[in-house]
């Protein structure tokens, strides 16, 4: 029997109110999946984070591109959000809680750390000058 698998990109604007969007197509992905609310809502908020540091951080303002990639694989559910901005310097730096890049701009500096809380696995690729990627991935639910 071949494994359950599904996979989408998108691409969009980075403007806060994309953010939301990224949010809705996230969840909308993983209803396939059968996940619980709570299950549904880990992943909301961690998109959430990792696309408002794509929009705050990597493109400190400017309308670029981020890239959202989802997919599954049985009941593994993968997210990949990429900008091709600024980059970080000092990735285990920018993972510490409460440390922000922006203080002056009222960031509490939890991002990563609420990204780490609600997804099961958190890995950061960046490049200064050329981006970062943040992977990340949830087991849903029970297999089906």
Not at 3 to 24: C, H, K, W, Y
Not at 65 to 88: A, S
Not at 104 to 125: C, L, N, P, Q, W
């Amino acid at each position: 029997m071949k494994e359950n698998t599904n996979e989408m990109i998108l691409v969009f604007d980075s403007i806060p109110a994309n953010e939301g969007l990224a949010r809705v197509t996230a969840a909308s992905f993983c209803t396939q999946l059968n996940p619980t609310l709570e299950e549904v809502a880990d992943l909301k908020t961690a998109v959430s984070e990792a696309v408002t540091n794509c929009i705050i951080h990597g493109y400190e303002g400017k309308i670029n591109k981020i890239e959202m990639k989802l997919q599954y694989h049985g009941n593994e559910l993968y997210v990949h959000i990429t900008d091709y901005g600024i980059g970080i310097m000092d990735i285990e730096k920018a993972m510490e809680p409460m440390y922000t890049s922006k203080p002056d701009h009222e960031r509490s500096g939890m991002g990563f750390t609420f990204m780490e809380a609600f997804m099961d696995e958190i890995r950061v690729e960046s490049q200064p000058g050329k981006g970062t990627t943040v992977h990340m991935k949830k087991t849903i639910g029970r297999k089906r």
